[in-house]
């Protein structure tokens, strides 16, 4: 593993970041909107089946919205106890299209939910509010120095657990070509003043590559680990990268 700050090195990770990033992300059909106090959240709800609202970090209190007095022209919010999530359905006589409501969370926000009424299979809406997220995340990243961080960080990406007020986001971006190496984003753990990166290498040449931290450093890398720097034709390895928000995998 190799620690550094300041470096201008552009290899690996840079090239490729730039095509993982230009590639289209595949559809899913969940939905992740993220919000602040007070603010509105836009989504689209199943005109047939189910949707599923639910609060990272926090759980909704209450729902408030007006009812039309007709059970065939309005449509239901079920709240569910133990997780803290709510269900949306719409019956298949309502005319509207388009559902909205307010509603109020255990840690006390105030969200304005407006959903379009479409005709998609039952869907879930995971709703982020960054104030949570820095909140937990300036926590667990201040216990330490930042480099110290970066590598309990580093150590939670390669066990694949999650960390505590980071925000991880599974990737769908198709695999970057550099060269006989194939490239491709997994996942990122975004905190208060961390960022992590997952990343796959392929080797599709005849020949063996070793691959050297430097060629996976971007400008302000804090830490960088390879899982087997060693790949021989055909072979896989997974790196992880850490740097500062905003700067990990950027110009």
Same mark, same amino acid.
């Given at each position: 593993m190799a620690y550094r700050k300041g470096t201008h090195t552009r290899g690996l990770f840079l090239s490729a970041a730039a095509l993982l990033t230009a590639a289209s992300p595949a559809h @899913? %059909?969940? #939905?992740?909107? #993220?919000? @602040?106090? $007070? @603010? $509105? /959240?836009?989504c689209s709800v199943s005109a047939r089946e189910l949707t599923r609202f639910a609060l990272v970090d926090d759980q909704f209190a209450s729902v408030s919205k007006i009812s039309t007095g007709t059970p065939y022209n309005d449509f239901a919010v079920t709240s569910e106890p133990v997780r803290g999530? /709510? !269900?949306?359905?719409?019956?298949?006589? !309502? %005319? @509207?299209?388009? /559902?909205?409501f307010f509603t109020t969370t255990k840690k006390g926000f105030v969200y304005k939910v407006a959903c379009r009424v479409e005709q998609i299979p039952a869907t879930q809406v995971f709703i982020t509010n960054p104030v949570i997220a820095k909140n937990r995340a300036a926590d667990w990243e201040s216990q330490t120095p930042i480099e110290t961080s970066a590598v309990r960080l580093i150590q939670a990406m390669a066990n694949d657990r999650t960390v505590d007020g980071f925000e991880v986001r599974q990737s769908t971006a198709i695999p970057a070509r550099v060269g006989d190496l194939e490239v491709q984003l997994i996942a990122d753990y975004r905190g208060a003043s961390l960022t992590g990166k997952v990343v796959r290498i392929h080797n599709r040449g005849t020949k063996p590559v070793t691959l050297a931290e430097r060629d996976l450093a971007p400008r302000d890398t804090l830490a960088v680990s390879i899982a087997d720097p060693k790949l021989e034709p055909g072979a896989s390895t997974t790196a992880f990268v850490v740097g500062a928000s905003g700067e990990t995998g950027n110009d």
């Open positions: @899913a %059909a969940d #939905q992740f909107k #993220q919000t @602040a106090d $007070g @603010a $509105g /959240i836009e999530d /709510i !269900y949306v359905s719409v019956p298949e006589t !309502y %005319a @509207a299209r388009s /559902i909205s």
